[in-house]
């Protein structure tokens, strides 16, 4: 039932985050104003601004201009309802603030993935945003996880800062950012989230040159959405990677 009512909330709170992907990076006001055709800028009324339903019931074009509406918006919505439902039924709500971090986490890294997708770039007020939620909600839920969270930050920073450093075409300062901001959500999850979005992005960059040769080679491809994918893994199954790893590799420690 909880699953059920975040999965509603998600897809609500996916609607808003299509917002602010659009309006943060273009310096929108984001807090006021109505949804608007991003084509005819007309209003869009209550009734068709439903989470997916809306879409859906229209065909996927504006009611006013009947220009289609790109399939980014009921695939965000639905994608951070389904990450809410998922993360609250693998992560359980002891402890609360647990949970609370996991929530928001999928809710910047659906913003910073629809952003960096549309427009090559990680917000600066997007990961800003996300460090001090998440410092709130460990101050308030369990101070001595700062010390970790910080340290996992500082050293997951660290490295993709040298990783920058030495291979600066296809990853920015943003994705240095953007790692430093999941350490505090992660702790030391953050080392295989990192590794998996690593990998993730190795493997479509392998699949790309593949099929499109020495073309392919010169396509740069946002690193953003694979860091966050490896994100949202961490998020869910770090802790037991993590433990995994330890038991197989140091046994007696
Ligand atoms: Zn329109």
């Given amino acids: 039932m909880i699953a ?8 609500a709170l996916g609607s808003f985050v299509t917002v602010l992907a659009h309006r943060i990076p273009r310096g929108e006001n984001w ?10 800028g007309a209003q869009v009324a209550a009734r068709d601004n439903v989470p997916i339903v809306s879409w859906v019931l229209l065909r996927g074009r504006c ?38 971090l996991g929530l928001v986490l999928c809710v910047v890294l659906v913003a910073i993935t629809l952003t960096d997708l549309d427009l090559r770039l990680i917000p600066n007020a997007m990961v800003g945003a996300g460090a001090v939620a998440a410092l709130a909600i460990l101050a308030a839920g369990d101070p001595g996880e700062l010390p970790g969270r910080l340290l996992a930050a500082a050293i997951g920073g660290g490295v993709l800062f040298l990783v920058v450093l030495a291979y600066p075409r296809g990853m920015g300062m943003g994705d240095v950012k953007l790692v430093a901001m999941m350490g505090l959500y992660l702790g030391r999850a953050l080392a295989p989230a990192v590794l998996i979005g690593f990998a993730a992005g190795a493997l479509v960059g392998v699949a790309i040159i ?14 953003g959405p694979f860091l966050a994918l490896g994100g949202i893994v961490g998020l869910w199954f770090g802790e037991d990677i993590v433990e995994w790893y330890l038991d197989e590799f140091f046994p007696e420690s």
Wanted: proline share 7%; hydrophobic share 45%.
């Fill in 31 to 40: 807090v006021s104003g109505r949804s608007r055709c991003p084509n005819c």
């Fill in 63 to 100: 009611r006013s201009c009947g220009e289609p509406i790109s399939v980014r918006y009921p695939l965000a919505e639905l994608g951070l309802g389904a990450l809410f439902a998922a993360t609250y039924l693998i992560l359980g709500t002891d402890p609360w603030w647990e949970l609370a």
């Fill in 210 to 223: 593949a099929r499109r040769g020495a073309a392919g080679r010169k396509q740069a491809i946002p690193f």
């Fill in 4 to 11: 059920v009512v975040l999965f509603v909330v998600g897809a």
